[in-house]
Nanobody, 124 residues
Framework: VQLQASGGGLVQAGGSLRLSCTAS????????MGWFRQAPGKDREFVAA????????YYADSVRGRFTISRDNAKSTLYLQMNGLKPEDTAVYYC??????????????????WGQGTLVTVSS
């Protein structure tokens, strides 16, 4: 599966952005999906994950209650709605896929595919 992330940009603190990740090459619903991010000078970290059908989600503590992950299997697209953005959310955001489902995504254990990343910058 190939992944293409988009939707990043510059936003003021407290603002919102919606990231999208479009999949191609394989049946999208065969994959658990997730979002990760990497801030300058820091390791990549898990943000959110969603199961094959979209019925199960999981979030990092740092974003729970502010971010919402969702998917539209008919459109082969993953979303991340980000509200209440903070300067510490500034990072390159990556989408990723794993056939094993949500549990494997959370652990970032041998992901089947990564998107190219989209930059989110939150100004104070």
């Amino acid at each position: 599966v190939q992944l293409q992330a988009s939707g990043g940009g510059l936003v003021q603190a407290g603002g919102s952005l919606r990231l999208s990740c479009t999949a191609s090459g394989r049946t999208f619903s065969d994959f658990g999906m997730g979002w990760f991010r990497q801030a300058p000078g820091k390791d990549r970290e898990f943000v959110a994950a969603i199961g094959w059908s979209g019925g199960t989600t999981y979030y990092a503590d740092s974003v729970r209650g502010r971010f919402t992950i969702s998917r539209d299997n008919a459109k082969s697209t993953l979303y991340l709605q980000m509200n209440g953005l903070k300067p510490e959310d500034t990072a390159v955001y990556y989408c990723a896929a794993h056939e094993g489902g949500l549990g494997y995504v959370i652990k970032a254990n041998g992901m089947d595919a990564w998107g190219q990343g989209t930059l989110v910058t939150v100004s104070s």
